[in-house]
C-alpha cells in the first residue's frame, strides 16, 4: 500500500465541489456540508470550478449560476460534454428561479434546481445525501417540532 | 314609338335572363325573366293597339287599359322578387308594398268584371267616374309601385355592392314604368322624354349587374362600378356617349323649339287665314247682297204688299233676284212685318223690326248685317233696302244667305282650323263647326275688348284662337267670327317630332357606345400588350416583347418598353449574378473558416481539460476568454453563412407542428444570465389557454426569436425591462392578410432606433448608428436573417421603435388550423 493509497483509504468521505463567486456563502455551504460529513472543495468562478471537477472528480457539485468569467450554465454544459465529468450530479443553487431558466438547467443536465431562498442551508447535507442516493432533489418535510 | 323600344328592350333582357336561368337554374331567375316577358307582351300590346288605331267599346278599352297596368305592377314585383332571391337578404318592406300594389289593381280588376256595364273608358290619369274607385285602386297601386321605387333607392345607401346596385335597379324599373304609365295618359313630350332616360339608365345598370355578378375579380362583385373604373375603353366610351348625347339633346332641343316655334306661326297664320276668310266672306256677302238691294232702290218696282201664299217669287223680282241655295227672300211693311217670305207662311206677320238692317232700310239707307235668323234657325247674312209697295207705303226688302256658304268656303281654301264659327254681340255662341269651344276658350274670347284680326291668342290651355269682328254695314258690331286649334292639335306636331328624336337618341347614343368599345378596343390593344408584358417583367421574364411597331406614339411607346426592358434585363442578370457570387462568397469564405476555427476550438479544449498539462488558474482564465471568442466566430460565420444561403435560396425549411412556447422559453433560458447582469426584468407570461401549434421549422424559429430576443438584451440599458408575449392572431401582420398565425412581441425600453434610419433596419449588414457608437456587437446580419427566416416559413416581421424610448419587435409564425386534418394526424403521427 503506497502512502497515497493509505492517505486515500484513511479519508472515506465523499467529496463534494461548491462553486459559488460569493466567499462568504461559499463558506456558509462548505460549513454546512462538512456538517454534514462531506469533504468540501471550493471554486469561486466557472473555470475554476470545471478545473477542480476534472482534476477532483467530486461525487457531487453545487453550482451557482451567475459568476465573473464563466457562469453556470456554460460550466454545466461544459461538465455534462466532458467524459471524466458528465455522470456527477450537479444541484443548480441560484438565486435565479424563473420557469426558463430552471427549464435551461433541466436541459442542461442539472440535476436540482434550487433557488437559494427555498433552502436552508443547514439542509444542504440532507439533499446532497438525496441526491446521491437516487432519490431526486425532494427533501423529507422536517418533522413539526411542537 | 317610345312603347315599341321598351317593348324591345324588355323582349332582349328576357331572353338573356332566360338564358342565364337555363344555365345556373336559379329560381330568382326564372321570375325576373318572367317579369320582363310580361312587360315586353304589355308594351308590344300597346303599341300595336295604338298603331292599329283601336277603338272599341268604352268598356272594352277599359278593360284593356287595366289589364295593361296589372301587367305594369305585376312585372316589376317578379323582377324584385327574383332579384332578392338571387341577392339574398330579407326584402321584407320591398315586397309587402309590391304585394299591395299587385292586391289593390287585382282588386279593381275584379270590381270591373262585376260592374262590367258600368264601366267607361276615360282618357286621364286619375279618372273618377262611375266605377271611380277602381280607378282610384290602380292609382293607389302605382303609387305603391313608386313607393317601392323611392325605398329602393334610399335602402341602396345602406347596403354595398351588388345588393346595392340591384336596389338602384329597381328604383330605375320603377321610374321607367311610373313614367311610361304617364306617358301613356298624358300627349306631352316630357314624360316619354324622363321615360326613354329612365328605361336607358335602367339597361345600362341591369348589364353592369350581369356583368358584375360573374365577375372573376371579387372586388368588382364587391363594388360593380369598379367595372367602368377599371376599363380605359369603356371609361372613354361612357363619357364620349353621355357627351354625344348630351350635345346631340342640346342640339335637338334648339331644333325643336325652332320647329314648334315655326310651327306655332305657321299654325297661327292658318288659325288668323281661317278667321280672315269667314270675315271677309261675310263681308263680302254683305256687300254683294247691298249691290242686289240697291239695284232695286234704282229700279223701283212696287212690290206686292200681301202675300199670295203660292210660294213663288212676284214676277217682277224673279228676273231681278236669282235665288239659289239657301237665299232667303222677304218682304216686310213699314212697320217691318213680313208680308212675303219663300221661307214659308209661318213667317207672315211676324216683326223683323228687331234687326238694324230691317230698320236702316225703312229709313231709306239700305243696310247689310250678320243676324241670327230665329225663323230660319241659323245666322243669316242680310242685306235690305227700302222698296215701294203696292199699296203705295214703304217697306224693305231683305234678302239672306246662310252663313254656311262661307263655312264652306273658309273649308274649300283649307281652312286648317279645329273648330269655328260665329257668336254674337253678348258673346254667346250662335253656330260652329268642327270641335266646339271649350268654356275655357268662351272665356278667353269674352275677356276681349279688341278684336283684331291679325292677334292670334293662345288659351290657358294651350290651343290657339282668333276672333275677330263683323261690322254691320253702318260699321256696328254685328258679331264676331272666330277659329280655334285644340291644344292636343297645337301639340301634335311637337310630340310626334319629339318621339322620333327620343328614339333616334336611344338608339344614336346604343350604337355610338357600341363604336366607341370596339374603336376603343382596337385602338388600346397595344396598351394592353404593354400591360401584360410590364406584368411578365415583373415576374421576371425579360423575353416578353410588345409587338407594336406602328410610327404613332403609342409605337413610340412600345420601342422605347422595349429597350428598356432589354436594358433591365441585362442589368437585372448582371446584379443577380452578383449577388450570387458574393453569396458564393460569403457561403465559401464561411465554409473555409470553419476549419481553423475548429482547430481553435479543439485546441482550447485540450488546454482548458487539462490534456498538456494541468494549467494554472490564471491561464485558464485566459483559454476561457479564447474559448468564449472562439464561439463568437463560430456564430458569426453561421450567421454569415445563413444569411448567404437564405439569399440564394438554397436553405431548407421543413414545415412541421411544432410548440411555439417550448421554442420561446428555451431561448429565454439562454440570455438568463446577460438578463441577471444587467438587471434587466424579462417580463414572459405564459398564455392562459393552451395556443394552437405552430406550422414551420423549430431550429429557425428557435434562431428567429433568439436573434430578436438577444438584441433585446443586447440594446437595453441596467435595470431595464423587456416584455415578451405570444397569442393567436388572425392577421398575417397588423394590417396584413389574414389567416391563422402565432404572433410574438418583445418589446423593450432600450434605446431604440433612430427615426431616419428605421427602413434600413432589415437590411444586410445593417447597424444602428447608435449600436455602433455604444459598443455592442454585431455584424448586422442578424435582422435581416430574421426577415428571411420569418417570411420564408410564411409569417411576417415588423418593428416599431422610438429613439432612447425602446423598440417593439413582432413576428409571426403560421398556426395549425385545428380544423385541418392533414395536421391533425401529422401531430397524432409524432404523438
Not at chain 2, 448582371?574 to 457570387?581: C, D, G, T
Request: negative net charge.
Amino acid at each position: 500500500m503506497t502512502e497515497k493509497q493509505a492517505n486515500k483509504e484513511k479519508d472515506v468521505r465523499q467529496t463534494v465541489l461548491v462553486v459559488e463567486d460569493e466567499p462568504a456563502l461559499s463558506d456558509i455551504y462548505a460549513t454546512a456540508l462538512r456538517n454534514g460529513g462531506f469533504r468540501v472543495e471550493q471554486a469561486y468562478d466557472g473555470v475554476e470550478g470545471l478545473d477542480k471537477a476534472l482534476h477532483l472528480r467530486p461525487k457531487a457539485i453545487l453550482l451557482d449560476l451567475l459568476m465573473p468569467i464563466k457562469d453556470g450554465f456554460d460550466t454545466l454544459h461544459d461538465l455534462k460534454s466532458h467524459n471524466d465529468t458528465s455522470e456527477i450530479p450537479v444541484i443548480i443553487l441560484s438565486n435565479l428561479g424563473q420557469d426558463f431558466e430552471r427549464r435551461r438547467g433541466e436541459d442542461l443536465g442539472a440535476s436540482c434546481f434550487i433557488t437559494k431562498t427555498e433552502l436552508q442551508p443547514t439542509r444542504l447535507g440532507e439533499l446532497i445525501e438525496s441526491v446521491l442516493a437516487g432519490k431526486g432533489c425532494h427533501l423529507p418535510p422536517l418533522p413539526k417540532t411542537k | 314609338m317610345s312603347e315599341a323600344v321598351l317593348a324591345v328592350l324588355s323582349f332582349a333582357c328576357f331572353a338573356y335572363v332566360y338564358r342565364e336561368y337555363r344555365r345556373r337554374k336559379a329560381a330568382g331567375l326564372l321570375s325576373s325573366a318572367f317579369g320582363f316577358l310580361a312587360l315586353s307582351a304589355a308594351f308590344a300590346a300597346w303599341f300595336g293597339l295604338e298603331t292599329a288605331n283601336f277603338s272599341g267599346t268604352g268598356a272594352a278599352v277599359g278593360l284593356i287599359y287595366r289589364l295593361f297596368l296589372l301587367v305594369i305592377v305585376l312585372a316589376p314585383f317578379l323582377l324584385v322578387d327574383g332579384l332578392q332571391r338571387a341577392m339574398g337578404g330579407n326584402w321584407i318592406r320591398l315586397k309587402t308594398a309590391g304585394l299591395l300594389g299587385l292586391g289593390l289593381v287585382v282588386a279593381s280588376l275584379v270590381e270591373i268584371f262585376t260592374d262590367f256595364d258600368d264601366v267607361d273608358f276615360s282618357n286621364g290619369l286619375l279618372v273618377f267616374h262611375q266605377a271611380w274607385w277602381s280607378d282610384l285602386l290602380i292609382s293607389l297601386g302605382w303609387l305603391a309601385l313608386l313607393g317601392v321605387g323611392l325605398y329602393a333607392v334610399w335602402h341602396h345607401r345602406r347596403v354595398s355592392g351588388l345588393r346595392s346596385l340591384a336596389l338602384i335597379v329597381v328604383g330605375y324599373l320603377a321610374a321607367t314604368l311610373a313614367f311610361a304609365i304617364i306617358a301613356f295618359n298624358v300627349s306631352h313630350p316630357a314624360p316619354a322624354l324622363f321615360l326613354a332616360l329612365f328605361a336607358m339608365s335602367l339597361i345600362v345598370t341591369l348589364c353592369l349587374l350581369v356583368v358584375a355578378g360573374n365577375h372573376p375579380d371579387p372586388a368588382v362583385v364587391q363594388n360593380p362600378y369598379h367595372l367602368i373604373r377599371r376599363s380605359l375603353s369603356l371609361k372613354t366610351a361612357v363619357l364620349q356617349a353621355l357627351l354625344f348625347w348630351l350635345l346631340y339633346l342640346a342640339g335637338m332641343v334648339v331644333i325643336v323649339v325652332y320647329f314648334v316655334q315655326f310651327d306655332l306661326a305657321s299654325k297661327e297664320g292658318l288659325t288668323r287665314q281661317t278667321t280672315v276668310r269667314l270675315t271677309e266672306c261675310v263681308h263680302d256677302s254683305q256687300e254683294r247682297l247691298l249691290d242686289q238691294v240697291r239695284v232695286f232702290a234704282l229700279n223701283p218696282r212696287e212690290l206686292p204688299a200681301e202675300y199670295d201664299g203660292s210660294g213663288r217669287l212676284p214676277d217682277n223680282l224673279s228676273d231681278l233676284i236669282s235665288i239659289s241655295g239657301s237665299r232667303l227672300v222677304r218682304i216686310v211693311d213699314s212697320q217691318g212685318r213680313v208680308v212675303y217670305s219663300n221661307f214659308g207662311a209661318s213667317e207672315l206677320g211676324q216683326s223683323l223690326f228687331g234687326w238694324p238692317a230691317v230698320r236702316g232700310a225703312l229709313s231709306g239707307i239700305p243696310s247689310a248685317s250678320l243676324e241670327e235668323d230665329v225663323g230660319y234657325g241659323r245666322p243669316v247674312i242680310m242685306a235690305a233696302a227700302s222698296v215701294a209697295l203696292d199699296d203705295e207705303s214703304q217697306g224693305a226688302l231683305v234678302i239672306s244667305r246662310d252663313v254656311d256658304e262661307c263655312y264652306q268656303l273658309a273649308d274649300a281654301f283649307g281652312g286648317r282650323a279645329d273648330g269655328y264659327g260665329l257668336i254674337d254681340r253678348l258673346g254667346d255662341p250662335v253656330s260652329a263647326v268642327g270641335s266646339s269651344l271649350s268654356a275655357e276658350a268662351l272665356s278667353t274670347i269674352s275677356a276681349i275688348d279688341e278684336y283684331d284680326a291679325a292677334a292670334v291668342r293662345r288659351t290657358s290651355s294651350g290651343g290657339l284662337l282668333a276672333v275677330s269682328s263683323v261690322t254691320d254695314s253702318a260699321g256696328q258690331v254685328s258679331g264676331y267670327v272666330y277659329a280655334f286649334l285644340s291644344p292636343a292639335t297645337v301639340r301634335a306636331s311637337a310630340v310626334g317630332l319629339a318621339a322620333v328624336i327620343i328614339l333616334m337618341a336611344v338608339v344614336a347614343l346604343v350604337l355610338m357606345t357600341l363604336a366607341l368599345i370596339a374603336t376603343l378596343a382596337v385602338i388600346l390593344k397595344p396598351i394592353r400588350e404593354l400591360r401584360e408584358a410590364a406584368a411578365a417583367v415583373e415576374k421576371g421574364d425579360y423575353s416578353r416583347v410588345v409587338e407594336y411597331d406602328r410610327p404613332d406614339e403609342m409605337g413610340d411607346l412600345a420601342g422605347t418598353f422595349n429597350q428598356m426592358r432589354s436594358k433591365i434585363g441585362r442589368q437585372t442578370k448582371r446584379l443577380e449574378r452578383h449577388i450570387q457570387e458574393q453569396n458564393d462568397f460569403m457561403v465559401n469564405t464561411a465554409h473555409e473558416m470553419r476549419t481553423p476555427l475548429n482547430v481553435f476550438s479543439w485546441t482550447v479544449d485540450l488546454l482548458r481539460f487539462g490534456d498538456t498539462g494541468r494549467l494554472n488558474k490564471a491561464q485558464l482564465e485566459l483559454v476561457e476568454q479564447l474559448r468564449q471568442t472562439t464561439q463568437r466566430l463560430f456564430g458569426l460565420v453561421s450567421n454569415m453563412s445563413d444569411a448567404a444561403k437564405v439569399s440564394s435560396g438554397e436553405f431548407a425549411v421543413e414545415v412541421k407542428p411544432f410548440r411555439l412556447v417550448d421554442v420561446l422559453e428555451e431561448v429565454a433560458g439562454t440570455q438568463s444570465v446577460q438578463l441577471r447582469e444587467k438587471d434587466i426584468e424579462l417580463d414572459w407570461r405564459q398564455p392562459i389557454s393552451e395556443l394552437p401549434p405552430a406550422l414551420g421549422d423549430a431550429q429557425r424559429t428557435y434562431q428567429i426569436a433568439l436573434n430578436l430576443i438577444s438584441n433585446a438584451v443586447k440594446y437595453t440599458d441596467q435595470h431595464g425591462k423587456i416584455k415578451l408575449r405570444v397569442k393567436a392572431v388572425s392577421r398575417r401582420s397588423p394590417d396584413g392578410p389574414k389567416g391563422r398565425y402565432l404572433q410574438v412581441t418583445i418589446q423593450d425600453n432600450g434605446m431604440g432606433i433612430p427615426q431616419d434610419q428605421q427602413d434600413q433596419v432589415f437590411n444586410r449588414f445593417f447597424r444602428a448608428r447608435n449600436a455602433v457608437s455604444s459598443d455592442t456587437q454585431g455584424a448586422g446580419l442578424g435582422l435581416f436573417l430574421v426577415k428571411k427566416l420569418v417570411e420564408r416559413q410564411g409569417g411576417a416581421v415588423w418593428f416599431e421603435s422610438t429613439e432612447g424610448a425602446g423598440s417593439l419587435f413582432g413576428f409571426t409564425v403560421p398556426a395549425v388550423d385545428v380544423r385541418d386534418k392533414s395536421s391533425r394526424k401529422s401531430e397524432s403521427e409524432k404523438s
